[in-house]
């Protein structure tokens, strides 16, 4: 069984600085994909960025980097420059071959001015 | 394009009662997912469909049904609801199985 882990539960980071989100994981599988999902306030689950096994660099989406280290199984979010908009909820998901994404318990983020 | 839509919004139901959960999307996706989030968890994947006219089961299927008779909806029911049931639903959809996800805005559903 695929199992995805996020080991802090809630952090606190000042605007303009950088937060790291970390996210490890545990398969067989040699193809799967890991992907980020934000979810504010509001309730919406909004897709970030994606990495896939194969590629060969980390996946950069904006301020949002995936830094992906296969060897330890870890695919830790990094947000640069946070803004107050970036207080939410942050799950690391993983698709495997079956389609299916196994989600994390999640990391509160709280942006302080 | 609307994305993905879920009706209703809210909803309340007593033990035993029966209900179903529309999603639609208009971005002609093959892939629907119906999940269930509960404090303190990620979601859970409850069934899963990868075309029109088929479903599977995900991980916590028990208690819930399925059905994706046209491509753009994909049906949740409850036959009996329970309180064990009491959370936020959010359908998803992706072009295909390797792609991302893009989610409804949720319905937050209530068994007393």
């Known amino acids: 069984a695929q199992k995805i882990t996020q080991t802090q539960p809630g952090m606190f980071v000042q605007e303009k600085e950088a937060v790291t989100l970390d996210c490890t994981y545990d398969?067989?599988?040699?193809?799967?994909?890991l992907f980020w999902y934000k979810q504010p306030s509001s309730g919406e689950m909004i897709f970030l960025i994606y990495?896939?096994?194969?590629?060969?660099q980390n996946a950069t989406e904006g301020r949002y980097s995936l830094n992906f280290q296969k060897a330890r199984k870890s695919a830790n979010l990094v947000i640069s420059a946070s803004q107050l908009g970036d207080s939410a909820m942050y799950f690391c998901a993983m698709r495997v071959n079956d389609y299916k994404l196994s989600f994390g318990a999640g990391t509160t983020v709280t942006v302080r001015a | 394009n609307a994305g993905v839509t879920q009706t209703p919004k809210f909803r309340v139901l007593k033990t035993g009662q029966s209900m179903t959960l529309l999603c639609a999307q208009d971005m002609n996706h093959e892939y629907m997912y119906w999940y269930r989030q509960d404090p303190g968890m990620g979601l859970r994947l409850i069934h899963y469909s990868v075309g029109e006219g088929t479903t599977a089961k995900g991980e916590v299927p028990d208690g819930y049904n399925v059905s994706r008779l046209k491509k753009q909806n994909f049906l949740l029911g409850l036959e009996s609801a329970a309180p064990s049931q009491t959370s936020v639903y959010f359908c998803a959809s992706s072009v295909g199985g390797y792609n991302e996800q893009f989610f409804g805005p949720g319905t937050r559903l209530t068994v007393l």
């Open positions: 398969t067989s599988d040699p193809s799967y994909g």
């Open positions: 990495q896939g096994s194969y590629d060969q």
